[in-house]
């Protein structure tokens, strides 16, 4: 029996590394939740490294409360998050990132 205050599984927080990309509203549904995808950095020129969807935004950002324009319309954006499956421990948070989508 465990005694209270005891942790019984500790999550390293650093192995995971997630990437947030914005696709406009009007490519949104050639994106999905597992989807594969490639993450490419500045840091290694060439190289690219396995990842997957894992969440996409609900709600598009950078709406106006007025009503939109179709003109409007084309710049919303949903926030699309990939979560790597390679390089945890050669890449680090913060860092600029390119994703290919459509494998």
């Given at each position: 029996m465990v005694q209270p205050g005891i942790p019984l599984v500790l999550l390293d927080a650093a192995q995971v590394l997630e990437v947030v990309v914005h696709?406009?509203?009007?490519?949104?549904?050639?994106?999905?939740?597992?989807?594969?995808?490639?993450?490419?950095?500045?840091?290694?020129?060439?190289e690219t490294f396995r990842g997957r969807v894992v969440r996409i935004a609900d709600q598009a950002l950078f709406t106006p409360s007025e009503v939109?324009?179709?003109?409007?319309?084309?710049?919303?954006?949903?926030?699309?998050?990939?979560?790597?499956?390679?390089?945890?421990?050669?890449?680090h948070p913060g860092r600029p990132a390119d994703v290919t989508f459509g494998l």
């Open positions: 696709i406009p509203a009007a490519r949104l549904e050639e994106v999905q939740v597992r989807q594969k995808v490639r993450v490419s950095v500045d840091a290694y020129p060439g939109l324009s179709r003109k409007a319309r084309v710049k919303r954006v949903f926030a699309v998050t990939i979560r790597l499956e390679e390089g945890l421990d050669r890449l």
